[in-house]
């Protein structure tokens, strides 16, 4: 029987005659995952995850998505190469949020580990483009950066009161860095 349903994902209308609940592959792909965060935020997959933690796509989804063979692949890699149309080959796609089962596109970067690192000292900011306590170069702590975003101090005067340089409080106070930190 063919029957109108309504796309869990987008909405639309569409006819199929199967048991899905979506009018693509692609509304059945993003509809795993968890968006409310907004835009900016991390687009954490809720569906199977491996044991490092990154979302696992079903085979046939991928072959659905894809084309190709029925195989297993890891939801970031997939949705970057959705995104942005390009297959990553070899190279690695890395979050910038070191968040692994995030998927928001614009965490993603495709980068060898040395183009990583050649990357944030070329910015001046050598391995530090990973924000957060887990960072060695972390000076601050996630209740610091709270307390700076909510204080009402200026910049120059954090900066000395906390020992790091003007330029970390600006960047954690327009959220450069420290993205995750609410
Ligand atoms: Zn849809
Ligand atoms: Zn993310």
Known sequence: MVQVKICRECGTNYT????????????????????????????TWRDNKTNDGYGNVAGWLVSRLL??????????????QLHYGQHPGELKVTHRCDVPACANPRHLVLRTQRGNMMDGLERGRPIICAPGEKNFAARLTEADIR????????????????????????????????????
């Not at 195989?71 to 997939?78: I, Y």
């Open 16 to 43: 199929n005659r199967y048991n899905s609940r979506y009018c693509s592959p692609l509304c059945a792909f993003w509809y795993q995952f968890d968006r409310s965060g907004g835009t900016d935020a991390c687009w």
């Open 67 to 80: 084309g190709g063979p029925s195989r297993r692949q890891l939801a970031h890699r997939v949705a970057y």
């Open 147 to 182: 307390l700076i975003r909510a204080s009402a101090m200026r910049s120059g005067d954090l900066a000395s009161r906390l020992g790091v340089s003007r330029a970390t409080i600006d960047a954690a106070r327009r959220r450069i860095t420290w993205r995750h930190v609410e």
